[in-house]
């Protein structure tokens, strides 16, 4: 079947550590994003790729960095710079750059300790 | 800057009974909203969306409702069943003054609980 694969959905780090959270997606779309999740919030915009080769910083990117080397492929690094990496971390892609639906993975949760 | 909002972070509501959870949008320029149900602990999903050229659009079980001129979005569910307990966010998607759009912005949600 079609969709967004997040992995992995669970993640311990300490403080100081990069992680590499994996989101791959069999859908043909174009356009990926990455959103953080917070308790009781909405969804915040990381980082958004509609091509191969070139992204573009959201709302939130300082701390954070990807790559889209391959359409089916957008990992996001949490870098030690980003304060408050703990989080629920949502990978999404769009047929289209500029319109209609997002198609969400599952999530991956991080926690550091 | 402007965002989507929610009027109520909570909704309960008995088994059988229509739920409407209401959002507000304050960008005259989007073109294109969706909501989403959101389960604990996963990625929302689509439920439906409706362009700015329509006021209504209905699904299963579903209807959305858009008012323009006070920018209002509301999501009914009818018959509300246990597994439609989640939270709903709504998004808008606005476009820029050159008219490509700009990406979704989402709203903090509304948790929705269905009572036996």
């Known amino acids: 079947d079609g969709g967004i694969t997040q992995s992995p959905k669970y993640l311990f780090r300490k403080e100081g550590q990069n992680v590499t959270l994996s989101c791959e997606q069999n859908l043909n779309h174009d356009a990926m994003y990455w959103y953080r999740q917070d308790p009781g919030q909405g969804l915040r915009l990381i980082y958004y790729s509609q091509i191969v080769n070139d992204f573009q910083k959201g709302d939130i990117a300082e701390g954070y960095s990807v790559s889209r080397e391959k359409k089916e492929s957008f990992p996001l690094t949490v870098t030690s710079a980003q304060k408050n990496p703990t989080a629920f971390y949502l990978c999404?892609?769009?047929?289209?750059?500029?319109?209609?639906?997002?198609?969400f993975g599952e999530g991956s949760r991080l926690t550091v300790l | 800057g402007e965002s989507v909002g929610l009027h109520l972070p909570t909704l309960s509501v008995q088994e059988g009974d229509n739920s409407i959870i209401n959002c507000a949008y304050s960008?005259?320029?989007?073109?294109?909203f969706i909501w989403y149900k959101q389960e604990s602990g996963k990625g929302p999903q689509f439920i439906i969306d409706?362009?700015?050229?329509?006021d209504k659009r209905q699904g299963q079980r579903v209807t959305v409702l858009l008012n323009k001129t006070v920018k209002h979005l509301s999501l009914q569910i009818a018959a509300t069943q246990p597994g439609d307990s989640a939270v709903y966010f709504c998004?808008?998607?606005?476009?820029?003054?050159?008219?490509?759009?700009?990406?979704?912005?989402f709203g903090s949600g509304t948790q929705l609980t269905v009572l036996p």
């Open positions: 960008n005259s320029a989007s073109d294109y």
């Open positions: 409706i362009r700015s050229n329509m």
């Open positions: 998004a808008e998607n606005p476009l820029m003054s050159s008219g490509s759009a700009r990406q979704l912005t």
């Open positions: 999404a892609s769009r047929r289209d750059r500029g319109s209609g639906e997002l198609f």
